[in-house]
């Protein structure tokens, strides 16, 4: 009896200096607790979504339709616009912003530059503003009689004011504007970092050979950057497929529906028409299939570089 | 050591747990005590406006029920409609109110979609003492919903000093219809430069007036069929439109605060609107004596085309859940059959209703001389009752949206019938 006791108690204790059960188990006790806030709150919800995207009514009057509610987004003008102009605001807003951000980073990089942690505090601090605030500000500058048509009206570049919100081109502009504006100092931050991580030498040794500023800018530099770029430009369109804040406070997605945005559909097809929940989440599935196709993008691409 | 950490752990795991869970229950108790201990909770927007009105419902109802207490908690609307979306689809009555404000072009769509959430109140109003075109947007198949309150009744507000310096008196502005009208403001604005009126061209309410005034709207009676290629109001209503901006009449605004001020500065000649806009007029007080408000001219070469049409307006609707007799008690012995209070709402506040028994006593034949004396209140109550009836339906807000896009097409030199054709297809494909 004794003995089989002590054999049970030296084999467990050799079983647990094996795999270590003790110190594996506080660390899961730890895991567990943020594995099932994840689920409860994360997959759960997620998991509801998808079901609900395969019904569709009026409120709670949900039927199960299949995959109607996806064909149907092919053939809805308004969601097939929506994509549009987001596929608009990252062709035209993310490049620009990306230049503009690593040409301010390059500058403020500048060891010789005064005042280098006051201009860098300006670039970012938009990025810290509310985007509801900044968004309201934005409408007022480029209301009609708003201070942008009065002081271009002033320089004489424009004979009559502008109507920014009321055409579909220049509403266009005022949000990219808007969102340029607010991101730039984001971007540039990982620009600055990664920028301490090239070596100085490198650019002594070009300046050496003779390279130019711009030599420097673009054989040396972007190189060097590509990875954040990369990473950059991704997470921006990212951001943007989930644009939201700035058209539904700007222009509420006018005039018509020049600049209304995937996400601000589904805040229409919820809130502003008769509800239906079911096809608003079917559109928010959407936009998961378009972040998930850019991310293995961004994946494959940095992976090339490993 | 171990022991203690996997206690430690394992301890805040159950507590965090314990909390969300106890935290819920406290929470819900709380509220749906507090629903029942502090008497009838309103959601309603507008201080200035609807609360008051409830404000001045309260105090009428006090004073035969003393021990009442209404519990105003204010929104905006875009807000209320959201908490309302989300807490009737998620199938909990808790912490909703028990009365709520919802604006008449929107109540269909909710109450199709939560049919089971809003309560009955046919046989607790006579139908026949409100104006009929208000009973059609609250009911449903002659079921009432809701109790009536404010009516969006449209006048023509007009500049007289303007039209005077043009040569025109209000007398050249009664009975006639739009294309008249864009003479008369070729020649004002010849005259005095200044635009006939302003427009956001993302909000719809001028077309939404016109149709009405058509008797039509953009679906058919039953309020799901999309009736918009052979709309010949509608059609009327998108050539009006763009004589106005064609001829340069139009000013352009965003916002509502733009409108205040084009109005208020005095850079349009009229707005047509919903009588709820008096106030925003009289806010200008330099303006007092050039202002009038003529019937709304009529939509040309339509056949049984009015002066009279609505903007907007909301009514009360009580939500299924315990207290609903105490709220349907105190929404029908105020905004439901007390003549006396109505007359205090006008006086008070200017906001006219659509209780008939109220026009007859003469509750709102009362002159203003901002508008050099005219009876502005008795001209409204006068015109809603000749409001074409139509059934706002279920997808005012998503079909607006789309005929504001067909509307663009439209001023930017598309065919009439080929822009319809396609807004009529894109509704069918979108509205289901």
């Known amino acids: 009896m004794e003995t089989t006791n002590l054999n049970k108690s030296i084999k467990s204790k050799n079983e647990k200096y094996k795999f270590r059960p003790k110190k594996g188990l506080i660390g899961w006790v730890f895991v567990l607790l943020s594995v099932i806030l994840i689920c409860l709150f994360y997959f759960y919800p997620m998991l509801q979504a998808l079901l609900l995207s395969f019904q569709s009514g009026a409120g709670v009057n949900l039927e199960f339709v299949g995959i109607e509610n996806y064909t149907r987004l092919f053939s809805d003008p308004t969601f097939l616009a929506a994509l549009f102009n987001t596929v608009i605001y990252f062709l035209i807003q993310v490049p620009v912003m990306i230049i503009i951000a690593l040409m301010f980073s390059v500058m403020l990089n500048n060891k010789k530059l005064k005042f280098r942690g006051l201009f860098r505090t300006a670039i970012f601090l938009p990025a810290v503003t509310s985007l509801v605030a900044y968004s309201v500000i934005f409408k007022y500058l480029f209301s009609n009689n708003g201070i942008i048509n009065t002081i271009l009206t002033n320089l004489s570049l424009i004979s009559e004011p502008i109507l920014w919100m009321s055409d579909p081109f220049w509403a266009k502009i005022v949000i990219i504007l808007a969102i340029t504006w607010r991101w730039v100092g984001y971007n540039m931050i990982f620009y600055l970092s990664a920028l301490q991580n090239v070596d100085e030498s490198i650019y002594e040794a070009a300046r050496m050979d003779g390279a130019s500023a711009f030599q420097q800018f673009f054989k040396i530099t972007i190189p060097m950057l590509k990875p954040i770029i990369l990473f950059t430009s991704i997470t921006s369109t990212i951001g943007t497929l989930q644009l939201f804040d700035e058209p539904m406070n700007i222009t509420g997605g006018g005039p018509g529906n020049a600049t209304l945005t995937i996400s601000q559909y589904i805040y229409n097809l919820s809130f502003e028409y008769t509800p239906d929940f079911g096809y608003a989440s079917a559109v928010s599935f959407a936009i998961v299939v378009m972040i998930v196709f850019f991310s293995i993008i961004q994946f494959k691409l940095a992976g090339d570089k490993k | ?432």
């Not at chain 2, 008449?104 to 909710?110: E, G, L, P, Q």
């Not at chain 2, 309150?149 to 023509?156: K, Q």
């Not at chain 2, 020649?187 to 635009?195: D, H, I, M, R």
């Not at chain 2, 002159?367 to 109550?381: M, P």
């Open chain 2, 1 to 432: 050591m171990k022991k203690r950490l996997l206690l430690l752990a394992s301890l805040i795991t159950i507590l965090f747990i314990a909390a969300c869970s106890s935290g819920d229950s406290d929470e819900a108790n709380g509220t749906s005590n507090g629903n029942e201990a502090d008497g009838i909770t309103v959601w309603a927007w507008d201080p200035k406006f609807n609360i008051k009105a409830l404000e001045i419902a309260e105090e009428a109802y006090k004073a035969e029920n003393p021990d009442f207490q209404l519990n105003v908690i204010e929104n905006a609307q875009d807000d209320i409609v959201q908490k309302l979306n989300t807490s009737l689809s998620s199938g909990t009555t808790k912490g909703l109110p028990n009365i709520v404000l919802i604006e008449d072009y929107r109540v269909k769509s909710f109450l199709e979609a939560y049919p089971d959430s809003f309560h009955e109140i046919t046989g607790s109003i006579e139908v026949s003492d409100f104006t009929p075109y208000k009973i059609a947007a609250t009911s449903i198949d002659d079921k009432n919903y809701g109790v009536p309150f404010d009516t969006g009744a449209t006048g023509l507000y007009v500049r007289t000093d303007y039209l005077e310096e043009a040569g025109y008196t209000t007398e050249d502005l009664q009975d006639i219809d739009w294309n008249e009208y864009i003479e008369i403001g070729k020649k004002v604005k010849e005259v005095t430069g200044k635009k006939l009126l302003t427009n956001d061209h993302n909000d719809f309410g001028i077309i939404r007036v016109l149709i009405q005034s058509g008797g039509s709207w953009y679906t058919e009676e039953d309020g799901v069929t999309i009736n918009i290629t052979d709309n010949e109001p509608l059609k009327a209503a998108f050539k009006v439109y763009k004589e106005l901006v064609d001829a340069d009449l139009m000013a352009v605004h965003s916002d509502w605060n733009q409108l205040l001020e084009a109005i208020n500065s005095g850079s349009v000649a009229s707005i047509p609107t919903g009588n709820w806009f008096t106030p925003s007029i009289k806010a200008e007080e330099s303006q007092s004596g050039n202002w009038a408000v003529v019937p709304i001219p009529s939509l040309p070469e339509v056949e049984g085309a009015t002066h009279a049409s609505n903007l907007g307006g909301s009514s009360w609707y009580v939500l299924n859940i315990d207290g609903k007799e105490e709220a349907v008690d105190f929404l029908t012995s105020t905004f439901g059959s007390n003549a006396a209070f109505y007359q205090d709402l006008v006086t008070e506040m200017g906001a006219v209703g659509t209780y008939i028994p109220a026009m007859e006593e003469g509750a709102y034949e009362i002159s203003d001389d901002y508008f050099g004396g005219q009876e502005i209140y008795n001209d409204f109550t006068k015109w809603s009752e000749e409001i074409p009836e139509v059934n706002y339906g279920l997808h005012t807000y998503a079909i607006d949206d789309i005929l504001i896009v067909a509307m663009q097409d439209y001023l930017n030199g598309g065919d009439l019938d080929k822009v319809l054709e396609s807004a009529q297809k894109q509704a069918e494909t979108q509205i289901k």
